[in-house]
């Protein structure tokens, strides 16, 4: 079964500074990955996705995202931080197999002026 | 913004009391998903559907049930809500499903049972 994870539960970054948020997912067949991004109240909006070719991904936001098949890992990073990243970010993965994603646990992200 | 309603949007029920979700979209996409966020847990897929009457369990589809008679609407079921089943429940649909595309998500519904 494909699964999630989200090794950090909290990350608090200074407004300018870099941002890195971990995914590592496990699943047999390759892997269709995505970031998706909740703001408090909202439903969900997807940041960036990877299929498949380039390895390095660019999203909206400013994110980008780097699929890491030998660490099973899709991170994400933004160069400097906004305000109003402050969000609830979820990795997904899904594959060709499937109609549905499997979701992570989330990182919830507060940004200090 | 991809046309999905959801209602209601809030709802305190007590135990034992059915409860229907209903969502509603306007995009005439095929697939159409029911997740419930909780946290500590993320997102988890309740139900999908891939086309009129035609529906799936996903990995924690204990105490509900589903329906989707026409294209546009997807019925969540709680027959006998328990204070488990406290959550925001999310709907999603996706034209494609995610075989080359993403979902669209609702803006979600609190259910509180007491």
């Known amino acids: 079964a494909q699964s999630v994870t989200q090794p950090d539960i909290h990350i608090t970054v200074s407004e300018g500074a870099s941002l890195e948020l971990r995914c590592n997912y496990s699943?047999?067949?390759?892997?269709?990955l995505f970031w998706y991004v909740q703001s408090p109240g909202q439903g969900l909006q997807l940041l960036l996705k990877?299929?498949?070719?380039?390895?390095l991904v660019q999203g909206i936001k400013g994110f980008e995202a780097e699929f890491k098949r030998s660490q099973s890992s899709f991170n994400l990073r933004k160069p400097s931080v906004h305000w109003s990243d402050a969000a609830e970010y979820f990795c997904?993965?899904?594959?060709?197999?499937?109609?549905?994603?499997?979701f992570g646990a989330g990182t919830t992200v507060t940004v200090r002026a | 913004d991809a046309g999905i309603t959801q209602s209601p949007r809030h709802k305190v029920t007590e135990t034992g009391t059915p409860v229907t979700l209903r969502c509603h979209q306007t995009?005439?996409?095929?697939?159409m998903y029911w997740y419930r966020q909780d946290p500590g847990h993320g997102l988890r897929l309740i139900h999908y559907s891939y086309g009129v009457k035609d529906t799936d369990k996903g990995e924690v589809s204990d105490g509900y049930s589903v329906s989707r008679s026409k294209t546009e609407d997807f019925l969540l079921t709680l027959e006998s809500a328990t204070s488990s089943q406290t959550s925001v429940y999310f709907c999603a649909i996706s034209n494609t499903g995610i075989h080359a595309g993403e979902l669209f998500f609702g803006e979600g519904s609190r259910l509180t049972v007491l």
């Open positions: 997904a993965v899904g594959s060709l197999r499937d109609y549905k994603l499997s």
């Open positions: 699943y047999g067949a390759t892997p269709y």
């Open positions: 990877y299929f498949s070719g380039d390895t």
């Open positions: 995009e005439n996409h095929r697939y």
